[in-house]
């Protein structure tokens, strides 16, 4: 079995006997090396619903994901079968089932295969779409970014944008969610590209929307008009985007995170320094991924984070006097050393990642038969975990509705199963940039809670998208007072 997702064009050398079309990135005719069940009567006797005809389950999961899986469940049980997208996937809810799937210690489960019909087409050779050994290599090659001397780096470079992108809000009404998009975009532009977006900042971030609306559009293939058709044009304005500006980071690095891309190594002989560098493709297509992962991701839990501190003042109190304790003052610079004092911003951010996970479930493609709870699953089956189902689940997370970031102190997490919280993943592929994720969220904290008092009107209930990422459908309106 190959290890390592191949690239776009690699995908698409596959037999001959009839053209090759860009959706097949998406299939197993353009990644042969991909299993997938001999016979899927194995599944037949897992509990679930394949649905109607051709369309299966798909639209059910789409209307209300969450739901559908809350339905299914209650009736089926933590193990069931569904039938979405085309293909049949098993649905396996817990804390052991998120242990198996994402610790992998066995290496039974492929992140390639699972994520690969998903995304294949439109984040090919991600991080998450890499596998064992490929994947290790290229992780430890991008992990030169997210050392202490870089990272002091973006701290000091995200105080300056945080600081002047807050403080040009103001005070007043304001759609928290498209504000803290376009700032969260250009944070990642100057910190991860070492520039400023200018003109072309509305049309990157349109692509982006494009891509990851792309990824659960029921229209697979890149048609005109469609979903997809308009995140495959996003992927080839980003790929035309960040090649010249890897060319340019070659020739001139500077401290920002594409310049330790654009010269990160692949390991030779055990010595960094006398490895490769990366080919320039594979660096564009992770810098896309993590562009978008830290763009979009970012942008759903702090929303949901601000939503839950203007409900609940009496915790914004807290943070907003933690911060200023931090950092010596409103709205001054937060320290890259003094980060590690905002355990209370820390263990709010976990919560609101815990309420909304920005990454509902995580698919994954068995190579190996394996059995979980005296079902047996045959190899190439599709397995999703969900971490929204554990993260809501009233046995691990009492009242889970209610905000409490209390759950987060570090006696509450020693006596909880480590893998009950998976907003990172786990394992192998636990989140390459979660310290830049934890460093960025305290930053918009401390900026946002020592400038402004966030509050919502009594009894507002903004509802949710709740996929690919949660984002409110409103754009979560909120009103922003000026401290004296």
């Known amino acids: 079995m190959a290890t390592q997702a191949p690239s776009l064009a690699a995908s698409l050398a596959a037999s001959p006997s009839r053209p090759i079309r860009p959706h097949d990135a998406q299939s197993e005719r353009g990644n042969p090396h991909w299993i997938r069940v001999e016979d899927e009567r194995e599944l037949d006797s897992i509990p679930g619903e394949d649905g109607w005809p051709l369309v299966g389950t798909t639209f059910q999961l789409l209307a209300d994901p969450i739901g559908f899986g809350k339905r299914m469940r209650a009736k089926h049980g933590d193990v069931y079968r569904t039938r979405g997208f085309g293909r049949r996937q098993i649905i396996l809810i ?12 066995d290496k039974i ?40 001397e870089p990272m002091r780096h973006y701290c000091d470079q995200l105080n300056v944008d945080i600081a002047r992108g807050v403080e040009a809000w103001g005070e007043g009404p304001r759609k928290f969610y498209p504000a803290i998009k376009a700032l969260t975009l ?22 982006f929307v494009d891509m990851v609306q792309a990824a659960v559009a029921p229209i697979r293939r890149p048609l005109p008009f469609t979903a997809m058709g308009r995140g495959y044009a996003g992927r080839q304005l980003m790929v035309e985007y960040f090649t010249g500006l890897l060319r340019e980071r070659r020739a001139n690095p500077g401290p920002d995170m594409f310049s330790q891309f654009a010269l990160a190594r692949r390991e030779n002989s055990g010595d960094d320094e006398d490895g490769e560098l990366l080919p320039e493709d594979v660096v ?13 991701t970012i942008t759903s839990s702090f929303t949901t984070l601000i939503w839950h501190l203007a409900k609940n003042p009496d915790w914004q109190e807290k943070l907003r006097a933690e911060a200023r304790a931090a950092a010596g003052g409103d709205g001054v610079p937060l320290a890259f050393d003094a980060l590690g004092k905002l355990d209370l911003a820390e263990m ?7 309420i909304m996970p920005p990454v509902p479930s995580t698919p994954r493609r068995a190579l190996k038969d394996f059995t979980f709870r005296g079902f047996r699953i045959p190899a190439g089956t599709d397995v999703d975990v969900s971490a929204s189902a554990v993260h809501a689940d009233p046995v691990l997370w009492p009242d889970p509705d209610r905000f ?13 199963h480590k893998y009950a919280w998976i907003p990172y993943g786990g394992g192998a592929h636990m989140c390459l940039g979660l310290h830049f994720a934890t460093m960025q969220t305290k930053l918009l904290v401390h900026h946002i809670l020592t400038r402004y008092r ?13 996929w690919p990422i949660p984002k409110p459908r409103d754009g979560l309106s909120v009103k922003f007072v000026r401290l004296v």
């Open 186 to 207: 250009q944070t990642a532009a100057t910190s991860f590209l070492g520039l400023p977006f200018g003109p072309e900042a509305d049309r990157l971030n349109k692509a």
């Open 404 to 416: 409490d970031p209390l759950r987060f102190t570090p006696e509450a997490v020693a006596a909880r």
């Open 348 to 354: 709010a951010m976990k919560e609101a990642l815990r």
């Open 94 to 105: 817990g804390p052991d089932a998120n242990e198996l799937v994402l610790f992998d210690r």
């Open 284 to 296: 564009v297509d992770h810098m896309i991924f993590l562009m978008m992962a830290a763009h979009d």
């Open 454 to 466: 966030v509050e919502v009107e009594p009894g507002y209930a903004p509802t949710w998208q709740p």
């Open 109 to 148: 489960f492929s992140s390639e295969q699972g994520w690969g019909p998903v995304l294949n087409l439109l984040f090919p050779r991600g991080l998450m779409l890499m596998d064992f050994a490929a994947h290790r290599a290229d992780r430890k090659a991008l992990s030169i970014a997210f050392k202490p």
